[in-house]
Nanobody, 123 residues
Framework: QVQLAESGGGLVQAGDSLRLSCKCT????????MAWFRQAAKAERERVAA????????YYSHSVKDRFTISRDDAKNTTYLQMNSLKPGDTAVYYC????????????????WGRGTQVTVSS
């Protein structure tokens, strides 16, 4: 079992960049696929990006592709989400998730979640 803690959220202006971090604690972090989801107010949780445990396979939602980049540093047990060209529509609580099953990751059925970090983009 692992635990996740997100950081790096904040208030920025449209066009700015932010990098979110997800620190994984536990003996098996490197064997988990990782993902970022987000949930805006009065909206359902949305899958943003995912990366497999090898780091070679990634997924991006259409809304963030070419603006966001997911990466992982297994030496630091940390997964990152680099967010560029932020838009007001990116405003949400961003959650990090982990699972050892890629299918569950893509389906949003991850078994481990962090508590989230707020990202607010002003126009």
């Amino acid at each position: 079992q692992v635990q996740l803690a997100e950081s790096g959220g904040g208030l920025v202006q449209a066009g700015d960049s932010l990098r979110l971090s997800c620190k994984c604690t536990g003996p098996t972090c490197s064997t988990y696929a990782m993902a970022w989801f987000r949930q805006a107010a009065k909206a359902e949780r949305e899958r943003v990006a995912a990366i497999d445990w090898i780091g070679g396979g990634t997924y991006y939602s259409h809304s963030v592709k070419d603006r966001f980049t997911i990466s992982r540093d297994d030496a630091k047990n940390t997964t990152y989400l680099q967010m560029n060209s932020l838009k007001p529509g990116d405003t949400a609580v961003y959650y990090c998730g982990a699972d050892d099953n890629w299918g569950r990751v893509l389906a949003g059925l991850l078994r481990t979640w962090g508590r989230g970090t707020q990202v607010t983009v002003s126009s």
